[in-house]
C-alpha cells in the first residue's frame, strides 16, 4: 500500500482529534525516513511529514528531535540527488515554521542550506532556488534577533533581485524582514546595493512589481524617516519624475504618493532638492514643479486606498498648510477639501462630540489585540506601525494647529481673504471639525 497523505489532507481534518496520534505518527514516519533506501522513498515521507507539519503547526515542537538531528546528515548524503533536496528544503521551511523561535538553534545547519540553494553560481540552483528563498523567508519571519552570519547571508539577496524573476516578491519580503530585524546592520552594510537594486529593477517592471518595489522602499522609510530619505534620493528623484508624468496605474500613483509624503513630513530638505533637482532639469522654477506636483495628488487622492494611506497624505498636506506660499494659497480649497474628505473616513461618528481618530492607536487598542499568531515579523510590524505618524498623529488636531498657525503668521485680514477662496460646503465641513 502506498504511503499517502489522505488521512490528514481532508477537508474535514481535525488538528485537535489528530493530536493523540501526532507523536506516533511522526515516529514512524520518521523510522521509515532513516530505514528507506530508495530516494522517492524518502521524497514521499518527507512529504507527508511536511504536510502533518504544516497542519498541526507549533503543536510539532516536543517532536522534532530526532527529525532535526537527522535531516543535516541526510542533506549531506543527498548531494547528487537535487530532487530529494527539494524535499528537504521544503521540509525545513515547514519546520521552522512550526518551530517558530526555537528554530534559532538550527541557523547554523539552515543558513548553509539557504546559500547553497540561492546560489546562482551552483548548478542545484535550478532545482532548489524557490525553496530555498521560501527557507530564507521562514528563517527571517521567525527569528527573535539577528546574528552576523544571518546577516552575512544578506548580500546573495542582490544578485536575485537583479534577476527580475517570479521570486521577486519573496525576495523583497526577504529584504523587508532584514530591514526590521537588524535595521542598522542591514543597511549600514547594503543600503547601496539595495538602492542600486531598486532604481535598476524600477526601469523595466510591471506595475504589479512596481507597486512591491515601492513598498519597500516605504519600509526603509518608515524605519529611517529623515536618512531613509536621503539614503534613496536616486530613487525618489525617479519617483518625482514618473508621478509628473501622469500615466501610472492608482496603485503604482498611490505608493508614489505615499514615499513623497513621507519625504515632505520627515525631511523638508530632501524634498526641497528634489523639487530644485527637477526644476533644473525641466528647465523650470521650483514652484512650477511644486504646482504640477500638487494638482496630479489633489486629482489622485479620491483614488488612493487603503484609508491609512490616505490619511498619511492628508498628513503632508496639512504640513503645507503653513508654508506661506503662493502655491498652496492657489490651491488651498483643493488642500483643504482633501484633508475634510480624509476626516470624513476615519473620524468616529458614535460620539459627535469627541471627533476621534480611528487610527490613533492607543494602549487600550493594543491590550484588546489578539496576538498569540503572531510571528516575530508580524511583531516588528506591529511595532513599527504604533509608532508610525498614522497611527500616532490625530489628522483633526494636526488641522487646527496648522490653522491656527497660519491665521497668525498671515494676520487676520489675510487670513480672511485666502479663506474666501474656499467653497462654502468645503467651509463648513471644516469649521465641524476645528470647532471643538
Same mark, same amino acid.
Given at each position: 500500500?502506498? $504511503? ?9 481534518f ?12 511522526v ?6 525516513? #532513516?530505514?528507506?533506501?530508495?530516494c522517492?522513498?524518502?521524497? !514521499?515521507?518527507? /512529504? ?15 517532536? !522534532?528531535?530526532?527529525?532535526?538531528? @537527522?535531516?543535516p /546528515?541526510?542533506?549531506?548524503? %543527498? &548531494?547528487?540527488?537535487n ?7 521544503s ?9 517558530? !523561535? ?6 547554523s ?6 546559500a547553497?540553494s ?6 542545484? +540552483?535550478? @532545482? ?8 530564507w ?8 534577533s539577528?546574528?552576523?552570519?544571518? $546577516?552575512?547571508?544578506a548580500g &546573495? ?27 542598522? #546592520?542591514?543597511?549600514?552594510? @547594503?543600503?547601496?546595493?539595495?538602492? %542600486? %537594486? ?15 518595489? *515601492? ?17 534613496? /534620493?536616486?530613487?525618489l528623484?525617479?519617483?518625482?519624475s514618473s ?12 505608493? @508614489? ?8 513630513? +520627515? ?9 530644485q ?10 514652484? #512650477?514643479?511644486? &504646482?504640477s ?17 490616505r ?7 496639512t ?5 506661506n ?11 483643504? $477639501? ?7 473616513d476615519?473620524i ?6 469627541? *471627533?476621534?481618530?480611528?487610527l ?8 484588546h ?36 498657525a ?7 485680514? !489675510? ?14 465641513q ?7
Amino acid at each position: 500500500m502506498a $504511503l499517502t497523505k489522505a488521512p490528514v489532507d481532508d477537508f474535514e481534518f481535525n488538528t485537535d482529534q489528530f493530536l493523540p496520534y501526532l507523536e506516533s505518527s511522526v515516529g514512524l514516519l520518521y523510522t521509515l525516513l #532513516e530505514q528507506a533506501s530508495e530516494c522517492d522513498t524518502k521524497m !514521499t515521507v518527507l /512529504h507527508v511529514l511536511s504536510f502533518i507539519i504544516e497542519r498541526v503547526g507549533s503543536q510539532i515542537r516536543p517532536h !522534532t528531535a530526532a527529525l532535526v538531528h @537527522y535531516l543535516p /546528515h541526510l542533506w549531506d548524503m %543527498s &548531494s547528487h540527488h537535487n530532487m530529494l533536496r527539494c524535499a528537504i528544503v521544503s521540509t525545513l521551511v515547514h519546520l521552522v515554521q512550526g518551530l517558530g !523561535t526555537l528554530s534559532e538553534k538550527l541557523q547554523s545547519f539552515l543558513l548553509p542550506v539557504i546559500a547553497h540553494s540561492t546560489d546562482l553560481n551552483q548548478p542545484p +540552483h535550478v @532545482y532548489l532556488l524557490e525553496d530555498g528563498l521560501d527557507l530564507w523567508w521562514a528563517v527571517i519571519e521567525n527569528a527573535p534577533s539577528s546574528s552576523p552570519d544571518l $546577516l552575512q547571508v544578506a548580500g &546573495s539577496i542582490f544578485p536575485l533581485l537583479e534577476l527580475g524573476s517570479e521570486n521577486m516578491r519573496t525576495c523583497l519580503h526577504i529584504v523587508q524582514g532584514y530591514i526590521l530585524l537588524a535595521p542598522q #546592520e542591514f543597511l549600514q552594510n @547594503y543600503g547601496q546595493n539595495l538602492v %542600486s %537594486s531598486c532604481c535598476s529593477m524600477i526601469t523595466d517592471i510591471r506595475p504589479e512589481g512596481m507597486v512591491l518595489v *515601492m513598498r519597500c522602499v516605504e519600509v526603509v522609510l518608515r524605519v529611517f524617516p529623515e536618512e531613509g530619505s536621503d539614503l534613496f /534620493h536616486p530613487l525618489l528623484s525617479s519617483v518625482l519624475s514618473s508621478l509628473l508624468q501622469n500615466e501610472d496605474f492608482p496603485m503604482v500613483a498611490s505608493m @508614489y504618493l505615499s514615499l513623497l509624503a513621507r519625504v515632505i513630513l +520627515h525631511n523638508q530638505r530632501v524634498f526641497a532638492k528634489l523639487l530644485q533637482d527637477k526644476a533644473s532639469e525641466k528647465g523650470q522654477q521650483t514652484e #512650477e514643479v511644486l &504646482s504640477s506636483m500638487l494638482d496630479i495628488w489633489l486629482e489622485k487622492m479620491p483614488l488612493v486606498h487603503p484609508v491609512e494611506r490616505r490619511k498619511l497624505l492628508g498628513l503632508a498636506l496639512t504640513s503645507m498648510i503653513t508654508s506661506n506660499m503662493v502655491v498652496i494659497h492657489d490651491r488651498f480649497c483643493g488642500l483643504l $477639501l482633501a484633508v475634510n474628505e480624509v476626516l470624513n473616513d476615519i473620524i468616529r461618528t458614535e460620539d459627535p462630540e469627541a *471627533m476621534i481618530d480611528s487610527l490613533v492607536l492607543t494602549n487600550s487598542d493594543e491590550l484588546h489585540q489578539d496576538h498569540d499568531e503572531e510571528t516575530e515579523h508580524d511583531k516588528r510590524k506591529r511595532e513599527l506601525s504604533i509608532h508610525d505618524p498614522v497611527h500616532t498623529v490625530a489628522l483633526r488636531e494636526y488641522l487646527c494647529t496648522q490653522m491656527n498657525a497660519i491665521q497668525q503668521s498671515l494676520g487676520q485680514s !489675510t487670513f480672511e481673504l485666502l479663506m474666501s477662496t474656499v467653497d462654502a460646503e468645503t467651509l463648513q465641513q471644516l469649521k465641524e471639525y476645528i470647532r471643538a
